[in-house]
């Protein structure tokens, strides 16, 4: 570097960092703006796009990281062997940090029963509840609740009520697309997954450590 070329590096220096000065200063002004302090948070996944429930599991293993108490209940799906609940099991086992129950008996289109499915929700809810009333669950993972107030397999107001009465320490998170629009309205966070490609659609396989 040559020493007509400094004034310009250094102007380019002083110009980023007063940049970064005015942003530190209007991030530290909307962060002292929350006076709402720790509040137990109702979150939504949804959407056409993969994740929905891998990003809930990532919640359940950034919680367990913290030492707080996971309980998961699963909608639906079948009694899959899935990496998450091996891991999951594997590292909150010894200290009691996860309760997994997958209560489901495989997808709708799977069954062909809709009074079996309505009975498999039933059962999976009930437990739901149950942990919800565990004072050490600090997060509940619904998995897939979302399929089965879609296809109306529980009554989506007593599913509702029950949500708004959740503990005021505990997180839920409620996966699954197609979210009904009374579940979005009172939800504290919905994130929706947008489908933009897909290997499925090129004739891949669902395959392990990445389906399941």
Do not use: C
Not at 22 to 34: F, T, Y
Not at 47 to 56: E, L, Q, R
């Amino acid at each position: 570097m040559t020493d007509s070329d400094k004034p310009l590096e250094e102007d380019t220096a002083r110009r980023h960092r007063e940049k970064m000065e005015k942003r530190k200063a209007v991030q530290d002004a909307e962060v002292a703006g929350k006076t709402i302090g720790e509040k137990g948070l109702l979150m939504v996944h949804t959407g056409a796009g993969k994740g929905k429930s891998t990003a809930a599991f990532g919640l359940a293993l950034r919680a367990m990281g913290h030492g707080m108490k996971v309980g998961v209940v699963q909608f639906g799906k079948g009694a899959w062997d899935t990496g998450e609940r091996r891991i999951l099991e594997k590292l909150g086992g010894d200290e009691g940090l996860i309760s997994w129950h997958t209560l489901g008996e495989g997808f709708t289109w799977e069954t062909q029963d809709r009074a079996r499915d309505e009975a498999a929700a039933r059962r999976a809810f009930d437990k739901a509840k149950e942990l919800m009333a565990e004072e050490s669950i600090r997060l509940l993972v619904l998995d897939e609740l979302s399929i089965a107030l879609r296809y109306e397999h529980l009554p989506l107001d007593e599913v509702i009520e029950t949500l708004k009465m959740r503990r005021g320490d505990l997180h839920i998170v409620v996966t699954g697309r197609n979210a009904k629009p009374e579940l979005i309205a009172i939800a504290d966070l919905v994130t929706e997954m947008t489908l933009v490609k897909h290997h499925f659609q090129a004739g891949v396989k669902a395959q392990i450590g990445v389906e399941f």
